[in-house]
């Protein structure tokens, strides 16, 4: 809030100057109340410099203070005044040996005068107002200068001619070239941001995350026709076949190697229910969450961290039901009349053991092809294909090592997993950072960064569990 003096216009600059003489602060305070404003604008006019200038113009009407016994002309006090400010101006530009530069870096919005109703439009208006002043500042003094004094001193050329010591003409032709320079600089400043502020590659992240968060999307999509319904299926379809596939093959083959490896009939029964209920409520949990949960949690600040924790927290609950099947195979075949030995090799498996070939591969399969299914979701082109070849030629990379170096799975298998981690966080890093350009791209993808972020918890401790189990487990060399 500006606190304006009561300044008598009655009252002449003569008049005022005489009873400062005599040490009237007030007279003097009345003296820079009605000249502040043309002093401030000649020294903002020839400094460029926003904080500068104001100091320039306190210093100045100090200076004028302090020297007012040799103003010989009391009713002059005004032109007196602003040759002062003038004259600190050059002084200053030349002892920083520099010409004079824009410095609007520091405005604030109270500075600026930035009058608006509502924070935001405060805030809008203080930025234009800087890139405004910005390209003012950046001109030469001789056409800054008018434009300064033109605006400040109410639009005024006879105002001006006589602060500058020009004549009117001079003034008019000076606004005149300043007024097309400024605008040659806006046009160029605002083509350059045109040009450099075209949709990036986080706006198809963006929409392409839209349509596979939204059934609506999708409801809207298939209404559009049959023939485009088919396309999209078959483009879709075609390129999903081989990680599904594969991944049902390999899920067949794991439970295969569960089943072939029990060695009583209660404990086959077992293994068949058991691990067939614990895919069905898998399924129903990555249903539950990936198409309810997500949906209640879209917009949410926190999602993408709480994806994480959930990821972390299923697959650190499927470790622990790992632990208790096992436990209880043990458990049945030591009941069912085995020995502790053949008992408790449950927990271990090699390749002379019935099962260990689909076991070891199936692992291998679903590991490759479950991998970048998240990213499926919103990778185009060429980067769709390599979301679905680079973790299945790691997963048959890994099976021509099991089948050259058998006794050796646990490293090989272990490789696997580290080498699919980490090209599963370098792809999410990717395109978290395209993402991240822009804030509504990164809003508008808010599900399918949390599927991604979730599947990134699971991965995560996947790595750790198998390493420490196998480590545990000596590598297997005790079995050697």
């Known amino acids: 809030m500006n606190t304006q003096m009561i300044n008598p216009p009655d009252v002449s600059d003569a008049e ?24 401030y604008s000649l020294a903002l006019g020839a400094c460029g410099d926003l904080h500068h200038s104001e100091d320039i113009a306190q210093e100045a009407f100090v200076g004028a203070w302090r020297q007012l016994g040799a103003l010989k002309e009391p009713g002059k006090f005004r032109s007196w005044v602003c040759g002062i400010a003038q004259n600190i101006a050059k002084s200053s530009i030349r002892r920083n040996d520099r010409t004079p530069t824009a410095r609007v870096d520091g405005a604030s919005g109270e500075d600026l005068q930035v009058e608006a109703s509502t924070p935001a439009e405060h805030a809008i208006d203080s930025e234009e107002r800087t890139i405004l002043l910005r390209h003012l500042l950046e001109l030469p003094v001789l056409y800054r ?26 003034v008019k032709q000076r606004l005149a070239r300043g007024r097309a320079m400024l605008t040659e600089r806006v046009e ?13 590659a986080a706006f198809t992240l963006a929409v392409i995350g839209i349509l596979a968060a939204s059934p609506a999307t999708a409801s809207a999509a298939a209404a559009s026709g049959a023939g485009a319904k088919l396309a999209k299926s078959s483009a879709i379809g075609g390129a999903a076949a081989l990680p599904l596939i ?29 691990l067939a209920g614990a895919i069905l409520i898998g ?13 209640l949690m879209a917009g949410s600040s926190w999602l993408v961290a709480v994806s994480f924790l959930v990821g972390v927290l299923i697959q650190s609950a499927s470790f622990a039901f790992g632990f208790w099947y096992y436990h209880r195979r043990q458990m049945i075949r030591i009941a069912d009349g085995l020995s502790a030995e053949a008992a408790s090799s449950v927990w271990r498996m090699e390749p002379a053991d019935k099962g260990f070939w689909p076991g070891v591969i199936g692992f291998a399969v679903v590991l490759g092809s479950a991998c970048n299914v998240p990213h499926f979701l919103v990778v185009l082109g060429w980067m769709r294909t390599l979301v679905i ?20 799975w646990r490293r090989i298998l272990m490789a696997l997993i580290g080498a699919l981690f980490l090209q599963y966080a370098g792809l999410t890093a990717y395109m978290w950072q395209q993402w991240c350009q822009s804030k509504e791209a990164w809003q508008h993808s808010i599900a399918i960064i949390a599927i991604q972020s979730f599947s990134l918890g699971i991965w995560l401790v996947t790595l750790i569990g198998c390493h420490l189990y196998w480590r545990w487990e000596k590598w297997g060399k005790t079995s050697l």
């Open 16 to 39: 005022l100057v005489e009873q400062s003489r005599g040490g009237d602060a007030a007279a003097f305070g009345l003296l820079v109340e009605r000249h502040k404003s043309l002093v």
């Open 188 to 200: 160029r400043s605002l083509g350059s941001v045109l040009r450099t502020s075209g949709p990036t």
């Open 283 to 295: 399924l129903a949990v990555a249903l539950v969450f990936g198409l309810r949960g997500i949906r």
């Open 145 to 170: 200068e008018p434009m300064v004094l033109f605006y400040r001193q109410n639009e005024s050329v006879i105002s001006v001619a006589e602060a500058l010591g020009i004549s009117e003409d001079a």
């Open 389 to 408: 070849a680079m973790p299945l030629a790691l997963a048959a990379v890994a099976v021509v090592a099991l089948l050259r170096w058998p006794w050796e």
């Open 246 to 274: 594969t991944g049902a093959a390999g899920m067949w083959s794991l439970f295969r190697s569960q089943t072939q490896s029990a060695r009583t009939p209660r404990e086959h029964r077992f293994a068949v229910w058991t």
